[in-house]
């Protein structure tokens, strides 16, 4: 899969196995998984793992969460994407696009989030044809609470998950096709 998309300052391609360690190097931070399930990787095998499930979702789906590189540098800044999620149920739902990103630490507050955001949107709105785009966060990550809400997505529900920890439900219906 040679795909490669790019927006004004960053370049999104699908992950390969040359990716682990930068992966591994993000997901190994504790801040970065503040708000996540604070569990941060403790051995790249993780990464590798992580990288084999995206390239089961490309293949299966035709889409999945891209590494995302900064162009001026060409450094690995995080992931970000569309995902198809059909492998779990998530506030009740299943079968739906999900938009997400994570970014490394040293890459935060710089609008790359935002850019990414708006990018992804635009692509799965304009290019595949997506009728209604989901996204989940913690109830308490305000920077990506204010990143969706800003980029259209409207808030729906809070929820709890399976751990019983709070999360916000978003959604963005493509008004293009309708």
Excluded: C
Aim: proline share 3%.
């Amino acid at each position: 899969m040679k795909i490669q998309l790019e927006s004004s300052r960053l370049l999104y391609r699908p992950f390969d196995t040359s990716d682990a360690q930068d992966l591994f190097s993000m997901d190994a931070n504790p801040i970065v998984h503040k708000y996540l399930w604070q569990k941060p990787s403790i051995h790249i095998d993780e990464s590798l793992q992580i990288i084999d499930y995206l390239l089961k979702q490309y293949k299966e789906n035709g889409i999945g969460r891209y590494a995302t590189i900064l162009k001026e540098t060409g450094e690995f800044i995080g992931w970000t994407g569309i995902k198809y999620i059909n492998d779990h149920v998530e506030n009740g739902q299943t079968n739906f696009y999900d938009y997400g990103y994570r970014l490394n630490e040293p890459f935060w507050n710089k609008g790359y989030a935002t850019e990414a955001t708006t990018f992804w949107l635009d692509h799965g709105f304009k290019t595949m044809k997506i009728t209604t785009m989901n996204a989940y966060t913690h109830a308490e990550n305000g920077a990506s609470n204010h990143i969706l809400g800003k980029a259209g997505f409207q808030e729906m529900e809070p929820y709890n998950n399976d751990d019983n920890m709070a999360w916000k439900w978003w959604q963005f219906e493509n008004n293009l096709i309708k």
